[in-house]
């Protein structure tokens, strides 16, 4: 390569990086700003958590979180209830929606709804999603990197790294209108029609346990008690008509309640609920009327156990 030819190349990647640290810093600059106008969606639940959380009653989990604990109804137990549930995730998007609430304020209450996203090997950078952008934060950057990614330090200096995939739902969250009062409980209206059709998970296969989601685990239910939150476990219901039927998925989360010492509200097939279609979307997932009967039953229990402290 003659030395022309050098130059003309060396000048080009020079514009090339100075182009890209250019469009990473408006990135560093409008992705908050499209986050704090958000009207839905985790965008806005994400900027609540990370801005100005003042919920006393957080509830954490998957969908099953999601869809089935009305904040309205848990306000009972004694202030603020907000629902940061995420379909699809478990306790490494929990620990850190936690913690970005805790530099805000520390909630009297935490209820984390088991599933296998706590504990089943899977690829725990999906998980990742709603937290990078909040890496720059040391406790945050901490669960981050526990994931092990490649060159993830690295990564994370970045601002399109941080928010890439968060870009298409902060546009979209703007004009998601949700009602306020909802606090992040997405309902389900539609009721169940084959609820009865579905098979029973008897005899499932044992489950993959995953070391690193089991250590981030660990430090959830520490952080809760060196925080002062009064943190519960709950397995919401399924719809069954068998009294007895149970899954490795849930099963081991009964472990971890017993090994941490953590109460567990355990209603997987509770009569009137578990056995009615009509409280269900599907088998899995309450609709609103069953989340509302769900809730009710919730703040009752807890209120028992609260009165015994």
Do not use: W
């Not at 009653?57 to 202030?79: E, F, Q, W």
């Not at 870009?167 to 209108?177: A, K, M, Q």
């Not at 998925?249 to 953590?262: T, W």
């Amino acid at each position: 390569m003659r030395i022309s030819e050098m130059k003309k190349f060396v000048l080009k990647f020079l514009l090339f990086a100075v182009f890209m640290v250019l469009v990473d810093t408006i990135c560093g600059v409008v992705l908050p700003l499209l986050q704090s106008h958000a009207k839905g969606g985790r965008t806005r639940t994400n900027y609540y958590l990370s801005n100005k959380c003042d919920a006393d009653i957080l509830v954490l989990g998957s969908s099953r979180a999601t869809h089935h604990y009305l904040p309205k109804i848990l306000d009972s137990l004694g202030g603020i209830a907000y629902n940061a549930g995420n379909d699809g995730m478990g306790v490494i998007l929990g620990y850190g929606r936690y913690l970005m609430c805790t530099e805000k304020h520390v909630p009297k209450i935490i209820i984390h709804d088991i599933a296998s996203f706590d504990y089943e090997k899977d690829d725990n950078s999906k998980y990742l999603k709603y937290l990078r952008p909040y890496g720059d934060g040391p406790k945050i950057r901490n669960i981050i990197s526990q994931i092990g990614e490649s060159f993830i330090n690295l990564k994370m200096l970045s601002n399109m790294y941080r928010s890439s995939s968060s870009i298409i739902p902060n546009i979209r969250d703007l004009f998601v209108d949700e009602k306020t009062d909802n606090r992040g409980y997405l309902p389900l209206y539609k009721k169940c029609k084959n609820c009865d059709n579905f098979p029973s998970e008897k005899g499932t296969s044992m489950l993959k346990l995953d070391s690193i989601k089991l250590k981030i685990f660990d430090s959830f239910v520490k952080e809760t008690a060196r925080q002062g939150s009064t943190l519960y476990f709950a397995i919401s219901p399924k719809f069954s008509t068998e009294k007895t039927e149970q899954s490795p998925r849930y099963a081991y989360g009964e472990k971890l309640a017993e090994k941490y010492n953590v109460p567990l509200l355990n209603h997987l097939f509770t009569p009137g609920i578990s056995d009615n279609p009509a409280f269900f979307a599907d088998k899995t997932h309450l609709n609103d009327s069953g989340a509302t009967a769900y809730s009710k039953l919730i703040v009752d229990e807890i209120r028992k156990m609260e009165n015994f402290r």
